[in-house]
């Protein structure tokens, strides 16, 4: 099912998500609709904030960027990590950046502000943990677009957006060029 996304500015986006408590058949519902409705807005990742759903679970799907990840499975036996294939598409349940660093900047659009991309600076490589769509934990180390993505899709489980980071001139003017557009 495809789900309305929240537009810029409505106070909802602001929202802080609230933590996933059991992965339910009701929350892989969600994760799913989520997909469709990303894939249909021709996204690369989506926040349950934007879809008015304020729970912390965010999917994504990164074109290009079979490089810039792997999943790290920790074996008991000798505690190793070693990389999984590459996997499309992701989903994070109650994700969290564990490790940071490096920056980058990236022109950054959002599918809660159509039509409006913004230069922004993000850490280019982190390490993330989180469930999948059925509950279990994994570790996934991310760099380059993911690594922005996911900062970015996390930032809205905050009620933060990407205008956050623009400075109070530009902010102001994306509002009067949203205000604008409503009017016609």
Avoid: W
């Avoid at 909802?12 to 998500?17: E, M, S, Y």
Wanted: charged share 30%; net charge neutral.
């Amino acid at each position: 099912m495809i789900l309305p996304i929240l537009k810029f500015p409505d106070k909802r986006l602001r929202t802080k998500a609230n933590k996933v408590e059991t992965v339910d058949n009701e929350i892989k519902t969600m994760v799913k609709n989520m997909f469709e409705t990303m894939y249909a807005s021709d996204g690369i990742g989506l926040a349950a904030t934007q879809v008015d759903q304020h729970l912390r679970v965010v999917v994504m799907d990164v074109p290009d960027s079979g490089g810039d990840y792997q999943l790290l499975l920790k074996n008991r036996e000798n505690k190793r990590s070693k990389p999984l294939a590459e996997k499309h598409p992701l989903c994070f349940i109650n994700p969290m950046i564990t490790q940071k660093d490096g920056k980058e900047t990236h022109s950054e659009g959002c599918l809660s502000i159509p039509g409006y991309y913004a230069e922004v600076e993000r850490f280019n490589h982190i390490v993330i943990e989180a469930l999948d769509e059925n509950g279990k934990t994994f570790t996934l180390e991310a760099h380059n677009l993911l690594a922005v993505c996911i900062q970015h899709e996390l930032d809205h489980l905050q009620g933060i957006l990407f205008v956050d980071y623009l400075s109070k001139l530009k902010q102001k003017r994306l509002l009067e060029k949203i205000k604008k557009s409503d009017k016609s």
